[in-house]
């Protein structure tokens, strides 16, 4: 069995300083291959060099939404040279969050007009290089898709990373013929809705992912930093929920995940 954890960010601390150990557990748990993913310059840059330092591991190069304010002429030209590189294979996180109110106390994030601007830009550098998109939205979901919509066929691989809407949601992404990526968030015991979309997800459409060090997922929540090797509770949890044998399930998704990403065959270890 093989899992990809396609949505981890292994350049943020504590994970990045315990790299081999996080690595290590992680292919003991059967999570193999991993795409660690970039929210803003540094963690870009980091994430690209940290790729290219192991077999399996693939990197994405964008900016949060929440770090679209200070996105600069320059740092969408970074962006473009960071995407050439041969290990990255998408385009994300990118997108839209509209959870936090613009103004109150949470009025630090980033304003929507930039977060559209910024959004619009990234999709721009993943049709130039013919690269799938890992698209963050957090309560701008239609406003997410009119936004793909201005773009048609030109962005064609769209993967809704955690993904939180409710199954008429989804059942738009399937439509458009774009992917649902689940976190640990699923296993949650008030997570009826995003069961439910679980239930309804082909497995050819559906991704697994961490967003490690975030959210662990049951039974482990209590762990504070999640890591990758966590993502086998997750698959567990989700085959179990589609009445699926284990193996079966993670073979369905990897499948997806390496044909969504055009990730290579698994690299064996020689020894
Ligand atoms: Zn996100
Ligand atoms: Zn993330």
Redesign the pocket.
């Known amino acids: 069995m093989e899992l990809i954890d396609t949505h981890c960010h292994l350049t943020f601390e504590p994970l990045a300083e315990d790299i081999e150990g996080v690595l290590e557990r992680s292919k003991a748990a059967g999570v193999t291959s991993w795409i660690t993913v970039g929210t803003d310059p540094q963690h870009n840059r980091k994430a690209v060099e940290l790729a290219g330092r192991f077999d399996n591991m693939y990197a994405a190069v964008g900016i949060?939404p929440h770090d679209a304010d200070s996105v600069t002429a320059q740092i969408i030209t970074e962006l473009k040279e960071l995407a050439q590189d041969v290990k990255v294979v998408a385009i994300g996180?990118t997108g839209l969050d509209f959870h936090y109110p613009q103004d109150g106390l949470r009025h630090n994030f980033s304003k929507q007009p930039a977060q559209r601007r910024v959004f619009v830009q990234q999709l721009k550098i993943a049709q130039e290089f013919n690269l799938p998109v890992i698209i963050?939205s957090r309560d701008a979901f239609d406003e997410t898709m009119d936004i793909l919509e201005q773009f048609g066929s030109g962005v064609k691989k769209v993967v809704f990373?955690?993904f939180s809407g409710s199954p008429e949601q989804a059942n738009i992404v399937l439509t458009k013929g774009y992917y649902i990526s689940l976190t640990g968030v699923v296993t949650f015991k008030n997570a009826h809705k995003t069961q439910q979309v679980a239930k309804m997800m082909p497995t050819d459409r559906l991704m697994l992912e961490t967003?490690c060090p975030y959210m662990s997922p049951e039974p482990m929540r209590k762990q504070k930093i999640n890591e990758p090797a966590l993502m086998l509770h997750t698959a567990k949890f989700l085959a179990e929920l589609k009445g699926m044998d284990l193996t079966d399930f993670a073979d369905a998704v990897t499948a997806a995940s390496r044909a969504f990403f055009s990730l290579p065959p698994n690299v064996l270890e020689c020894y």
């Open positions: 949060h996180e963050h990373h955690c967003d």
